[in-house]
């Protein structure tokens, strides 16, 4: 069973259009990166700094009240679910 720490230690980031084609058809702005954790999951990187997760019909974005770390846990918990 993976941690969450091993799951964010899995993180690799990559330029919008090096991530595979599921997540580029997906439309996101121009500058783009992807944070992909574990082949499988991922989180977007906007341009602005901010990061975007979009777990089936939800989505979350970073702000006042949630931050990277935060999107993370949601992931790892939906990853250990899926």
């Not at 975007?52 to 770390?69: R, Y």
Request: glycine content about 4%; charged content about 30%.
């Amino acid at each position: 069973m993976t941690t969450l720490d091993q799951f964010k230690a899995s993180a690799r980031v990559v330029d919008l259009e090096e991530a595979p084609s599921w997540i580029k058809e997906l439309d996101w702005p121009a500058g783009s990166k992807v944070r992909i954790y574990q082949d499988d999951f991922w989180i977007l990187q906007r341009p602005d700094g901010g990061h975007h997760l979009l777990l089936e019909a939800d989505e979350f974005s970073t702000g006042p009240d949630c931050d990277l770390a935060d999107l993370e846990a949601r992931l790892f918990d939906y990853a250990q679910n899926d």
